[in-house]
T-cell receptor, first 113, second 113 residues
Framework: EPEVTQTPSHQVTQMGQEVILRCVPISNHLYFYWYRQILGQKVEFLVSFYNNEISEKSEIFDDQFSVERPDGSNFTLKIRSTKLEDSAMYFC???????????FGPGTRLTVL | DAKTTQPTSMDCAEGRAANLPCNHSTISGNEYVYWYRQIHSQGPQYIIHGLKNNETNEMASLIITEDRKSSTLILPHATLRDTAVYYCIVRVALPPSANNLFFGTGTRLTVIP
């Protein structure tokens, strides 16, 4: 069964450093998403991406964040200068169409020291 | 914000049916009811969704009341592996609002041996 994969499973970084979180969406899907979950809190939407453009983003997704589809398979989330409060689980999701079910990856745990 | 209300927690005996309720009294005609679950801090796992009619798949059944103001997710024979947080999400089925999922706090289901 096709699934969304994410790497790394755990990323530790120093405050102020740049990090790139990677995702491989399900192969025939066209819509891609990032969500995050701070420990003990709700899963929060960050951004959606389609046709090499951001289609929607939340207030959390400020100028420190960017997304990219660098090739035909990967979808990345970059945080330019990490802060302590960026520590969270980051989940990638994909769907075939905008109204289709979103399928989530296993997540990357980001720890900012 | 999430437009659903769920009990904070529930217990269920192993092998018995788990019935998880959800209230969505402000649901509109173009909104689906989606159910996801999250085991520990893993990525949300899609379970089932529906619009008006009851739905069943290999994981669960979804019963939606005739007025669509509430629904029940049924796990017919709960196992220990079904211990998780279950999220009921109302989602607009039309673009562009169909993009993001609003996760609430969900119901923490504990399956007891």
């Amino acid at each position: 069964e096709p699934e969304v994969t994410q790497t790394p499973s755990h990323q530790v970084t120093q405050m102020g450093q740049e990090v790139i979180l990677r995702c491989v969406p399900i192969s025939n899907h066209l819509y891609f998403y990032w969500y995050r979950q701070i420990l003990g809190q709700k899963v929060e939407f960050l951004v959606s991406f389609y046709n090499n453009e951001i289609s929607e983003k939340s207030e959390i997704f400020d100028d420190q964040f960017s997304v990219e589809r660098p090739d035909g398979s990967n979808f990345t989330l970059k945080i330019r200068s990490t802060k302590l409060e960026d520590s969270a689980m980051y989940f990638c999701a994909s769907s075939g169409d905008i109204t289709d079910t979103q399928y989530f990856g296993p997540g990357t745990r980001l720890t900012v020291l | 914000d999430a437009k659903t209300t769920q009990p904070t927690s529930m217990d269920c005996a192993e092998g018995r049916a788990a019935n998880l309720p959800c209230n969505h009294s402000t649901i509109s005609g173009n909104e689906y009811v989606y159910w996801y679950r999250q085991i520990h801090s893993q990525g949300p796992q899609y379970i089932i969704h529906g619009l008006k009619n009851n739905e069943t798949n290999e994981m669960a059944s979804l019963i939606i009341t005739e007025d669509r103001k509430s629904s029940t997710l049924i796990l017919p024979h709960a196992t220990l592996r079904d211990t998780a947080v279950y999220y009921c999400i109302v989602r607009v089925a039309l673009p562009p609002s169909a993009n993001n999922l609003f996760f609430g706090t969900g119901t923490r289901l504990t399956v007891i041996p």
